[in-house]
């Protein structure tokens, strides 16, 4: 059934399965390299169909595996809100107060070289530390608020705080301030407190709701809905009353 060969042929048979096997992988070479200008071979790469061309049981044996989205970390707040933390409220207090103790001193007169009456000074006065305190007040609680992948940030532009958005309880625009702002209500207590105060991007809204607080109120509803259908007890804040969110230094 199979050819005999005797022990003395053995050695031929090995030199011409060698002989064989060297030839055919000069035949290889030959196909995929080619002579440089030196006159050095260079090898070619081998061709491949691309990853999209290829069935799915091939891209497995292959190790090509479909790249997922990576989720984007959407800014909420405005773009200006340093503007409206520290120089907004800079200029408008040294501003204002220069103005103010130059007419206390005198330094504005009128047409018959009259000074202020008193009235007046202490109205811009009282007008300065009202809007001071105000500046002040409003500054301290604005907040940079970004949305990555159900992970609420907040940073002060020294302290950043990370909260899901299942800690979120209730969100409140108001319709009066100037810019628009947007308070967010957390069930915890963290290191910025349980308010987080922001400007949100966008055009200004005078008497509609901003788009931006339709969306977090869609995330919390929809949130409460999982939450109903899932046992809540395995949360940290859920386990621990006392849990307070992790908190890290702020990249300025």
């Not at 002989?19 to 790469?45: D, F, L, N």
């Not at 209500?185 to 105060?197: A, M, V």
Request: glycine share 6%.
């Amino acid at each position: 059934m199979y050819p005999q060969h005797s022990v003395s042929s053995l050695p031929c048979l090995a030199s011409s399965i060698t002989h064989q096997y060297a030839e055919a992988k000069r035949r290889r070479t030959r196909r995929c390299c080619r002579p440089s200008s030196r006159g050095i071979p260079t090898c070619r790469p081998e061709r491949r169909l691309p990853s999209f061309l290829l069935c799915p049981t091939r891209r497995q044996s292959l190790g090509v595996r479909r790249k997922q989205p990576t989720p984007v970390q959407r800014t909420l707040s405005s773009p200006l809100t340093i503007v409206w933390k520290f120089i907004f409220p800079m200029l408008w207090i040294i501003g204002f107060g220069a103005g103010t103790v130059a007419l206390w001193v005198g330094a504005f007169q009128g047409n018959d070289n009259q000074l202020s009456s008193d009235w007046m000074r202490w109205q811009f006065l009282t007008m300065w530390l009202v809007g001071s305190t105000y500046l002040v007040w409003f500054a301290s609680r604005l907040r940079r608020v970004s949305l990555d992948d159900g992970i609420l940030k907040a940073s002060n532009f020294y302290r950043e705080v990370s909260v899901p958005v299942a800690a979120i309880c209730r969100v409140t625009q108001s319709y009066m301030s100037r810019p628009t702002t947007i308070t967010i209500h957390l069930d915890r207590q963290t290191s910025l407190g349980r308010k987080i105060f922001f400007v949100p991007e966008g055009p200004l809204h005078l008497l509609s709701s901003h788009p931006i607080n339709d969306e977090l109120n869609a995330i919390i509803t929809s949130t409460r809905e999982v939450q109903e259908e899932t046992e809540a007890s395995g949360t940290p804040w859920g386990n621990k009353p006392d849990y307070t969110f992790n908190d890290k230094d702020a990249d300025v």
